[in-house]
T-cell receptor
Framework: AQSVTQLDSQVPVFEEAPVELRCNYSSSVSVYLFWYVQYPNQGLQLLLKYLSGSTLVKGINGFEAEFNKSQTSFHLRKPSVHISDTAEYFCAVSRGSGDKLTFGTGTRLAVRP | SAVISQKPSRDICQRGTSLTIQCQVDSQVTMMFWYRQQPGQSLTLIATANQGSEATYESGFVIDKFPISRPNLTFSTLTVSNMSPEDSSIYLC????????????FGSGTRLTVV
């Protein structure tokens, strides 16, 4: 079975600074990888996904992530964060073809002025 | 991507009662899933709703507590039975598009408080 590890439960950062949210996965088969964002009291919104092809994936709101198969990682990055990026970020993995999503424990990004 | 309508958006229920949550999708989808998000926690899969057959439950979740129906390819319900305060959570419906590479879409969730 696959699993996801988000080592950082909370990441504080100043506005306009760069940020990286870490995600590592474990799976014995090829996987699809996702990052979702959840703003306070709101539902889940897809930021980006890796299915195949280029390992650098660009998403919405200026976020990008890089799939690294050898390190089994899918870290999320943004070169300059805004106050509005304050939210909970979830990394998730599936084996594809409509398989269930397995979520990490989430990382709370707190952007300070 | 698919659009999901999930109802109710929130409810406050008495312990010992049951609540049925509905998930309506605007297109036919292959896979439908029900998740629970306890306060301050991540999402945990409850079960996969299979069209025309019994749902597939994850470890720790049982049909008597969380009965699920899926009568067609666009609709599913999750019932939270004999509720206790520990069932207070957000319950979310999720679907996989056709083809699956279109990704997973989530409903806006049902915020349940059991008193």
């Amino acid at each position: 079975a696959q699993s996801v590890t988000q080592l950082d439960s909370q990441v504080p950062v100043f506005e306009e600074a760069p940020v990286e949210l870490r995600c590592n996965y474990s799976s014995s088969v090829s996987v699809y990888l996702f990052w979702y964002v959840q703003y306070p009291n709101q539902g889940l919104q897809l930021l980006l996904k890796y299915l195949s092809g280029s390992t650098l994936v660009k998403g919405i709101n200026g976020f990008e992530a890089e799939f690294n198969k050898s390190q089994t990682s899918f870290h999320l990055r943004k070169p300059s964060v805004h106050i509005s990026d304050t939210a909970e970020y979830f990394c998730a993995v599936s084996r594809g073809s409509g398989d269930k999503l397995t979520f990490g424990t989430g990382t709370r990004l707190a952007v300070r002025p | 991507s698919a659009v999901i309508s999930q109802k109710p958006s929130r409810d406050i229920c008495q312990r010992g009662t049951s609540l049925t949550i509905q998930c309506q999708v605007d297109s036919q989808v292959t896979m439908m899933f029900w998740y629970r998000q306890q306060p301050g926690q991540s999402l945990t899969l409850i079960a996969t709703a299979n069209q025309g057959s019994e749902a597939t439950y994850e470890s720790g979740f049982v049909i008597d507590k969380f009965p699920i129906s899926r009568p067609n390819l666009t609709f599913s319900t999750l019932t939270v039975s004999n509720m206790s305060p520990e069932d207070s959570s957000i319950y979310l419906c999720s679907v996989v598009g056709v083809p699956a590479s279109y990704g997973y879409t989530f409903g806006s969730g049902t915020r349940l408080t059991v008193v």
